[in-house]
């Protein structure tokens, strides 16, 4: 059975940094796209990053470029996102997702896209 483990998430200040990961066990998603979704109370869940299966393509949020890095270690079946300057506007639960099947390669913003999710970590900025 296919498990996604989030943790990291916490209270931060304005401008400060958190670093969220997620783990995967049951199955190795070396060859897999691998993303964070967030989640803001009465929101719809929107697309913040993701990652190729070998980390050399990236695709993020407008609103979180240069703020954001994604990376991935496929040796821990890991999946990684740092995240520095932190505004209150990040208050989310933060979700990591894969897609299950290995194409397409280029990663992608759609929620429909991935299959696996974990149960979320939640991420407080305060102002």
């Known amino acids: 059975q296919v498990q996604l483990v989030e943790s990291g998430g916490g209270l931060v200040q304005a401008g400060g940094s958190l670093r969220l990961s997620c783990a995967a066990s049951g199955r190795t998603f070396s060859r897999n796209v691998m993303a964070w979704f967030r989640e803001a109370p009465g929101q719809e869940r929107e697309f913040v990053a993701a990652?190729?299966?070998?980390?050399?393509?990236?695709d993020y949020k407008d609103s979180v470029k240069g703020r954001f890095t994604i990376s991935r270690d496929n040796a821990k079946n890991t999946v990684y996102l740092q995240m520095n300057r932190l505004q209150p506007e990040d208050t989310a639960d933060y979700f990591c997702?894969?897609?299950?099947?290995?194409?397409?390669?280029?990663?992608?913003?759609?929620?429909?896209?991935?299959?696996?999710w974990g149960q979320g970590t939640q991420v407080t900025v305060s102002s």
């Open positions: 990652v190729s299966w070998s980390g050399d393509i990236t």
């Open positions: 997702a894969v897609r299950s099947g290995i194409y397409p390669y280029v990663p992608s913003r759609s929620r429909e896209e991935y299959d696996y």
